[in-house]
């Protein structure tokens, strides 16, 4: 298990580790049942082509650059320590140029940006902070069967802090769902079922090699995951993301319903998640050009209509253990106190 992800998250002083975070999201209804506020670590060891959430993928600080709001006063680049944004010329000939390559994430840039045009991603908060705004829609989440999920990045990648925040937001008697793709030590996903109400997992594809060299995953240990939570009797919604020339082929539809075929009665749901291109214009504040679904359109109802008709086939049913596009309604179990 030397691969797996997890093994350096806690500091030598044995104090929790806490990741950035990038947003702590009020009003989310697409993380669990209900009105849910989800928290959004920053770091994850996988590297989905189609990500729509980019500013999660590393777990240093990183600067949003947008060109458009700049107004040229070049005051971020005369606080910059490291050089990474500098003038490159003279006079009307002059550019701001950014390397990113030099910059640190300090945000000296960010607050002398009047325009707006920097922004930081990547907060560091207290576990008291996290807390206290995870919980602040308390209201909302007994009203509407909602409460916290905690999502990414990928959250096990820091199982330390997950289990502590778990059992935090358990104290306080919420909902409580954790967001993971599994591809972490059996250990640390075993150590929060206790403290989880509902857990959602990813299953990008059925084929073990795609993963390895798309996703930089591995499939035997994600399924291995999947199955003992399932043996433990967790609360288990599977999501399927569905991804243009990535994984919605026929043979890709039936090596999926196949497996889930398999797990139908131990999980809650299969929840098909479709592509979408929102996360576009995150690559863009980044700097990065690596995004491979440039320009492709959000994905449409038909293409995915095949899988729900093959999982209907075998037993799911749709807006009861199927769905599509992530909403799952009320938490029928009530306002969740949980275990
Ligand atoms: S975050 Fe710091 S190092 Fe990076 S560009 Fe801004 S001032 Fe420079
Ligand atoms: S401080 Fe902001 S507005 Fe001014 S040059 Fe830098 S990025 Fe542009």
Not at 5 to 23: A, E, Q, R, V, Y
Not at 69 to 93: L, Q, S
Request: charge should be negative; charged fraction near 25%; aromatic fraction near 8%.
């Amino acid at each position: 298990m030397g691969t797996v992800p997890g093994d350096d998250t806690c500091d030598t002083s044995n104090k929790i580790k806490i990741p950035l975070i990038t947003n702590i999201q009020r009003y989310s209804l697409q993380d669990g049942p209900g009105i849910r506020t989800t928290v959004f670590v920053k770091g994850c060891p996988l590297r989905c082509p189609w990500c729509h959430n980019p500013e999660t993928q590393k777990t240093l600080p990183e600067i949003n650059y947008n060109v458009e709001k700049c107004i040229g006063c070049a005051k971020c680049a005369e606080v910059c320590p490291t050089g990474a944004t500098y003038i490159e010329g003279e006079g009307t000939d002059s550019f701001l140029r950014f390397d990113r390559s030099k910059c640190i994430g300090c945000g000296k840039c960010v607050k002398v940006c009047l325009a707006g045009a920097r922004e930081i991603t990547g907060q560091s908060l207290t576990m008291d902070e996290i807390v206290k705004e995870a919980m602040a829609d308390r209201l909302f989440f007994m009203n509407s069967g909602g409460g916290v999920t905690i999502s990414g990045g990928e959250p096990l990648l820091f199982p330390q802090f997950t289990l502590e925040l778990a059992k935090r937001i358990k104290n306080e008697m919420a909902h409580l769902a954790i967001e993971t793709a599994a591809f972490c030590r059996w250990t640390d996903l075993e150590q929060l079922v206790e403290h989880v109400d509902l857990f959602l997992i990813d299953l990008k594809t059925m084929d073990a090699l795609k993963y390895k060299k798309h996703i930089h995953g591995d499939l035997d240990v994600i399924l291995k995951n999947l199955e003992n939570l399932l043996e433990t009797k967790a609360s288990v919604r599977v999501r399927l993301p569905i991804i243009p020339g990535f994984n919605d082929s026929f043979g890709d539809y039936e090596a999926m319903v196949n497996y889930l075929d398999q797990i139908r009665d131990k999980i809650e749901s299969a929840d098909i998640l479709t592509f979408h291109s929102y996360g576009e214009k995150k690559y863009q504040l980044l700097g990065r050009d690596d995004y491979e679904y440039r320009n492709v359109h959000s994905m449409t109802f038909k293409p995915i209509k095949p899988l729900v008709d093959m999982l209907t086939e075998v037993g799911f049913i749709p807006g009861v253990s199927l769905t599509v596009g992530g909403l799952i309604g009320v938490n029928t179990m009530g306002s969740a106190s949980g275990k």
